[in-house]
């Protein structure tokens, strides 16, 4: 047995323990706010969400009339039938499975290697910046990191290309492929633009430049991520939140001032979310030793036209929100890390190594506990606020007036931020719901913290 791949599984098991566990804590320490609310009950009687057939309801609600992302809303209703603690669980097993995909799309047919698993967690941590968006809040979790495991298991599949000679395996994996690309094509807007393109791109790179065999399977996952792409951009509901998005702003002068609007948008966010790695980007290049033909003869070049096809199809898109550049980070840490490899870089070889290392280890902490501050403290305020309900309802008071404190005003949309628990309107949805189904009260009213 050879001992140093004894000890990378090792390091490997560890690194993915150590990381479920904070997750874990994290997810513990984040709780259920704002979108999260209405996910917890059933669309069309307004009752809690409490069986299968309340969130098909629900799915088919949202589908007519707000958006297609059917996967993301029914995963959102789904954690409301068990425990908070079953979600945890899920999301934080969510985010290993997200590290082992990224690094299987570098790296798909040698064994996973302790230190690509490190560097994939560094990343995550260091260069997602809206981390508390997409990986602990609720409502962008199941919407962004849940869906996006599903298009990089799919793309997954591609990226080995993994043929048979046996008819009933490859039966099997046409039938699997197709209800997977099904699934991938229907979760997000920019990936379901991204993913059949990549698709495409995947297919020129085997037959033109790998001269490989492609087989029926691959056919048959393009034909279902087209489908499942259909579904999501001709939803109903993709109709009516255009022209909700579109009827507050001046994107409604005329169809010019949309786009141009849009364009500049689009390009100002993914400068500003992606900074981080485009500053890494030149620096490689300068140093290593890459051919240009590498990039027009390797899969890098899929990735690339990946990050940027799902990035400026978001012109077309009914919202642009931070949390879709997520995918484009996930591609350009797959270019990154397979530019590297090309290289031959040794970086333990490096100069400076422990000490660029150590630097990088620090920021990336950093970097994500800053992420989650916002959460924990909103885990406070909210642990406060519930006290303070509670010992109310115990004195027989049904209609509870409560301050919300530490309230980041006009910041109440973003998951790492202080999010006000409650609203002035006892009216309002979120007021509604808790008052009624966490507290079993009649109302609740939010005041701003004196």
Not at 118 to 142: H, R
Not at 246 to 251: A, C, K, Q, V, W
Not at 312 to 330: N, T
Request: aromatic share 16%; net charge positive; proline share 3%.
């Amino acid at each position: 047995m050879d001992i140093k791949k004894v000890d990378n599984k090792r390091q490997v098991l560890f690194l993915f323990i150590i990381m479920f566990l904070i997750m874990l804590l994290f997810n513990t320490l984040s709780p259920f706010c704002y979108d999260d609310y209405s996910n917890s009950v059933n669309s069309v009687t307004g009752e809690k969400v409490t069986s299968i057939k309340d969130i098909y309801e629900s799915v088919v609600v949202f589908y007519k009339t707000w958006g297609g992302r059917v996967f993301g809303d029914m995963f959102a209703h789904a954690a409301f039938l068990f425990p908070k603690v079953v979600y945890n669980i899920i999301s934080s097993f969510a985010y290993i499975f997200f590290i082992f995909l990224i690094a299987r799309h570098v790296d798909p047919f040698e064994e996973l290697k302790a230190s690509l698993v490190l560097y994939v967690m560094l990343l995550s941590w260091l260069c997602i910046i809206f981390f508390g968006d997409v990986f602990l809040w609720m409502a962008g979790t199941v919407n962004y990191l849940f869906t996006v495991d599903i298009v990089l298991a799919y793309l997954l599949v591609y990226r080995k290309n993994i043929n048979t000679d046996s008819t009933f395996r490859c039966v099997c994996k046409c039938i699997g492929i197709f209800i997977l690309g099904i699934a991938a094509g229907w979760c997000n807007e920019n990936t379901a633009a991204a993913v059949p393109v990549m698709v495409i791109a995947f297919w020129f790179y085997y037959k033109y430049i790998a001269k490989e065999k492609i087989q029926s399977w691959f056919y048959v996952g393009f034909v279902g991520v087209c489908i499942g792409s259909a579904l999501l951009v001709l939803a109903p509901g993709v109709r009516v939140r255009i022209d909700v998005y579109t009827l507050n702003s001046f994107e409604s002068i005329n169809w010019f001032c949309k786009y141009l609007y849009r364009f500049g948008v689009v390009t100002v966010l993914s400068l500003l979310w992606i900074s981080p790695l485009l500053i890494v980007y030149p620096l490689l290049l300068s140093k290593a030793k890459i051919k240009k033909s590498y990039f027009l003869a390797s899969p890098v070049l899929v990735y690339c036209i990946g990050a940027f096809v799902s990035t400026y199809c978001l012109i077309l898109s009914p919202a642009v929100s931070r949390r879709s550049f997520l995918i484009v980070d996930v591609f350009l840490f797959v270019i990154l890390l397979l530019l590297l490899k090309e290289a031959k870089v040794d970086v333990k070889a490096t100069k400076y190594y422990r000490i660029i290392f150590k630097v990088a280890v620090v920021l990336a902490v950093v970097s994500c506990l800053f992420s989650t501050f916002g959460n924990i403290r909103n885990y406070i305020d909210h642990k406060e606020m519930e006290a303070f309900i509670l010992a109310q309802k115990e004195n027989g008071i049904t209609d509870i007036i409560v301050e919300v404190p530490r309230t980041l005003v006009g910041d109440i949309h973003k998951a790492q931020m202080y999010i006000p628990e409650m609203a002035e309107d006892p009216a309002t949805w979120y007021n509604l719901i808790e008052a009624k189904y966490h507290y079993n009260i009649d109302s609740i009213i939010g005041v701003k913290h004196k």
